[in-house]
């Protein structure tokens, strides 16, 4: 069994009160914190431990939170992007639901450490359960004298306020969810200045994910040392993951990264293996905005050795033979799944998200959107093919924020990868709306594609 830091009591009755949270132990990185520790040693315990966004960009938390720009006079800020939007992840809102006490207790702490005595947790619009379950925890510490004035009696003053998004896909994106929370436009905004200088109302400003504030807790508890044993290399400590898909037990998972892929998808603790007996097709390792692998890629590494969960392993072979840990979102395509009706399906996405301030975002989500209708739907040509290459091509690299990365990666790699099935779309057209292409030859994750002997 591995190691659980966030999710070890999700089962307790009560979890989700101030009461039973602390009898579990809960709030004691806030006492050692307050108490004992200074800010600049808080910030060096998270540098230590080697903890990485759990959002997606997988950059160091402690090195982020130390280009905190400090200007005598001047609020700073930290903002908790609970903005969970990237399809096929869903494991910020199961912690909140469950466990909202432990990210408000790794707020406090990280305040703290950052010197912020106002803070916000920017909770996606359609939440709403889970902005009333944090708003209500948020009551009760502040009732129990963990949040206000002069906490512990330490002289520190902290007020924490849960502020409703519209919904927006693209304020996931930091700079775009400071727009929003200043009640403007969630547009990205060009950076520099990057928020660390001048983010929340101009003013110094750290972002982080839900994951990232509340594996903050751990650390203090456990020490930065101890957290950095778990894990693999640089990808250290516990991720949860938000599996989905054609699996036997999809849901939320927490591993200790380094986990080997093909334990994670068919061991009985966690996946449980693909679901009615069907053979693994692909996989997307980390929410949809990053590459589809097909299955022999997902298991093993281009020189065979197996792939593990960990933010180096998951990339390596570049996008070439690899993909990106990224938010943890995990969706597995068994044999009858049509690559290119997902492709599409994740393109009417990422048109309807993009904000349209970057014309090839704006412009070319939407024809990559209705290249894929047409070869989806029996119209497209085989040109097409090259065209739907072309116009990733030219979205990566050239906006504003990652969202063109994010719509440009997936069709490039349904392309590098299952190109013969979107040829057989267009060669077939009839047939191709009434059957799926199946599984290619070299898709095929355990036993080998089987030999027609020759009479």
């Not at 990205?188 to 929340?200: C, E, Q, V, Y």
């Not at 990808?235 to 986990?259: D, Q, R």
């Amino acid at each position: 069994m591995s190691r659980k830091l966030l999710l070890e009591h999700i089962n307790v009755p009560g979890i989700n009160t101030l009461e039973v949270y602390r009898q579990k132990g809960g709030y004691r990185a806030v006492e050692k914190a307050l108490k004992t520790l200074t800010p600049e040693e808080i910030v060096e315990e998270v540098k230590k431990s080697g903890l990485r966004g759990r959002g997606g960009a997988g950059f160091p938390t402690g090195m982020k939170w130390s280009f905190l720009a400090k200007p005598e006079g001047v609020a700073r800020y930290l903002v908790c992007n609970a903005d969970e939007s990237e399809p096929g992840t869903f494991k910020d809102r199961y912690l909140m639901t469950h466990i909202p006490h432990a990210l408000i207790e790794g707020m406090i702490v990280a305040s703290f450490a950052l010197g912020a005595k106002v803070s916000y947790i920017y909770v996606r619009g359609e939440m709403m359960p889970q902005i009333r379950i944090l708003e209500k925890a948020i009551a009760e510490a502040k009732a129990a004298g963990w949040l206000g004035k002069n906490i512990l009696g330490t002289g520190y003053d902290l007020e924490l306020y849960v502020q409703p998004g519209g919904g927006a896909y693209i304020c996931g994106e930091e700079t775009a969810l400071l727009e929003s929370l200043e009640g403007k436009r969630g547009n990205p905004r060009i950076k520099p200045p990057f928020p660390a200088i001048a983010g929340l109302y101009g003013c110094p400003t750290v972002v982080n994910n839900v994951e990232s504030i509340a594996a903050v807790v751990p650390i203090i508890n456990d020490g930065g040392e101890e957290y950095a044993k778990i894990g693999i290399g640089r990808s250290t400590g516990t991720k949860l993951i938000s599996a989905s898909g054609n699996l036997v037990k999809p849901g939320v998972y927490e591993i200790e990264l380094g986990l080997p892929v093909e334990e994670f998808i068919y061991s009985d603790e966690y996946c449980g293996g693909i679901a009615n007996g069907k053979k693994l097709k692909a996989t997307v390792a980390g929410g949809s905005s990053v590459p589809v692998l097909p299955a022999n890629l997902t298991l093993k590494l281009a020189n065979g050795e197996p792939r593990l969960m960990s933010y180096e392993s998951l990339s390596e072979g570049g996008f070439a033979t690899g993909t990106m840990l990224g938010s943890g979102g995990f969706i597995a395509f068994d044999e009858d799944q049509c690559i290119v009706r997902n492709t599409w399906n994740f393109s009417r996405f990422y048109h309807h998200e993009s904000c349209g301030q970057c014309s090839p975002c704006r412009e070319g989500t939407g024809w990559m959107e209705k290249v894929l209708h047409k070869i989806e739907h029996g119209h497209g040509k085989m040109e097409d093919v090259d065209l739907l290459w072309d116009i990733q091509r030219k979205i990566e690299g050239n906006t504003i924020c990652p969202l063109g990365d994010a719509a440009a990666w997936p069709v490039a790699s349904a392309i590098r990868h299952f190109r013969d099935e979107f040829e057989w779309h267009i060669k077939e057209p009839i047939k191709s709306q009434t059957q799926n292409y199946g599984i290619a030859n070299y898709a095929a994750p355990i036993e080998k594609a089987p030999v027609t002997e020759e009479k």
